[in-house]
């Protein structure tokens, strides 16, 4: 396939693929990563520019198989982001468009309330806090509420006061991206899994074949040089935990860098699920960079508790012993992972601590619900945060979307950082990538 003329004499990003993909492998659009954040942005952008050709590229055979599938499924409301910033204002959109979507295609959602509890005088003070920032960010139906309150609606919970929030809910995400991806396709996207993305490059067609006698030139998305690849026009990439890799790649900043923290869960055993029926969280602490233990009920009735929160040795590793010898070298060799560690080693040695003793997990979960013991817990899932830090080892807290300069990098569009709520956001992170898209390569 050759290089064609895009609208206003724009080469065309053009992705092939030499084995049988699709009956048009030319695109205007690729989206690199099928998790929900880009079948969301894709699912938008094709609503908008029906006349276009969009794909999805997805390395895995499957869809939301890695972040999106492995998340808690909680609907956030909006309360813990600084006020003013992406996080604050995407989610409260966000929340109000994923249950509106919901209801729309009948996808079951539980609308369970969440109560953010403080079992220590000294966590009270920041709970008001928390109070305020919320009501600064238009969370809806948030109020303050004392022990006895705290029991009536969660009678295992113990606190001496409490933040409800109505509004917070839980969904099954890999469903929600099933959605998508089936609306993008009815739409006339096109979904090529099997798919890795490791090159890009210019193509150019002669000058002899060109309508205007120039040579034009495309960025290519190759899977694997010299086998499968295809052109497209413009890309955007939404590549969860290679989002620094893909822009290292196109050319563009390698900043901020991506360091995988694995999330290990407790399971309550079924005959114990009684105990919990909304989200139990603890009051967040500053000091600390990771949420803490919290008690989440799921769609299928069951109860997950946790995560900690442990540096990864794989950026794919579910597992306690999963190891990648490039990406343990890539996290330990980067100034500021060990920056990030100086910083934060009793709570990081606790955290390991937890990871390999279940009691001490419990331990933690008994400060909510006493009655909580070690046998009424198992072990259970496990998921990896694609979390981005910087050189001087501070973890990137807000959504970071950039391009690049040149050829390839000023054809690009990298969601470099989408951690939670991005699920809860994505119909409205699609929304705001849809209108960059549109500004930044004129669609």
Request: hydrophobic share 40%.
């Amino acid at each position: 396939l050759r290089a064609s003329r895009g609208r206003g004499g724009k080469g065309r990003m053009i992705l092939t693929v030499a084995r049988l993909l699709s009956p048009r492998s030319t695109f205007d659009v690729a989206v690199v990563g099928a998790g929900i954040v880009g079948l969301a942005s894709a699912r938008e952008l094709v609503r908008r520019h029906p006349s276009l050709a969009f794909a999805v590229l997805e390395k895995e055979k499957e869809l939301a198989h890695h972040q999106s599938g492995h998340n808690s499924g909680v609907i956030h409301s909006g309360i813990y982001y600084q006020p003013g910033s992406l996080k604050a204002k995407l989610c409260v959109q966000g929340a109000a468009l994923c249950y509106e979507y919901c209801d729309q295609k009948g996808i079951p959602y539980k609308q369970c309330g969440k109560l953010i509890v403080a079992v220590e005088q000294d966590e009270i003070p920041r709970l008001k806090a928390l109070y305020e920032r919320g009501l600064q960010n238009n969370v809806r139906g948030l109020k303050l509420i004392g022990a006895k309150e705290i029991q009536a609606k969660e009678p295992f919970c113990r606190g001496l006061m409490a933040l409800d929030s109505p509004y917070t809910g839980i969904v099954d995400y890999k469903q929600v991206a099933q959605s998508y991806a089936e609306d993008f396709r009815e739409a006339g996207g096109t979904i090529l899994t099997d798919f890795e993305v490791t090159n890009m490059e210019m193509a150019r067609e002669s000058s002899s074949e060109s309508e205007d006698g120039k040579v034009v030139f495309c960025p290519l998305i190759s899977y694997s040089p010299g086998k499968d690849f295809i052109y497209c026009r413009h890309i955007v990439t939404c590549a969860g935990l290679y989002s620094d890799r893909l822009s290292e790649i196109s050319g563009c900043s390698p900043e901020p860098r991506i360091v995988p923290f694995r999330g290990d869960y407790l399971v309550l055993k079924p005959e114990k699920c009684y105990m919990v029926k909304g989200n139990i969280y603890p009051v967040p602490n500053p000091r600390f960079p990771f949420l803490g233990f919290h008690f989440t009920p799921r769609m299928d009735g069951s109860v997950w508790l946790g995560p900690n929160a442990v540096l990864a040795f794989k950026r794919e590793g579910y597992k306690l012993f999963d190891f990648s010898a490039g990406d343990f070298l890539d996290a330990v060799t980067y100034s500021g992972l060990w920056k990030l560690v100086l910083r934060n080693l009793s709570y990081g040695a606790n955290e390991m601590y937890r990871a390999c003793f279940l009691s001490a997990q419990v331990k933690q979960l008994q400060k909510f619900i006493p009655e909580v013991t070690v046998n009424d817990v198992r072990r259970g899932p496990s998921g990896v945060r694609a979390q981005a830090l910087d050189s001087n080892g501070n973890l990137v807290d807000d959504f970071v979307f950039d391009g690049g300069s040149g050829d390839i990098g000023s054809r690009i569009l990298h969601v470099r950082n989408a951690p939670s709520p991005a699920a809860t956001s994505s119909l409205a992170i699609a929304k705001m990538i849809a209108d960059e898209v549109k500004q930044r390569f004129e669609l």
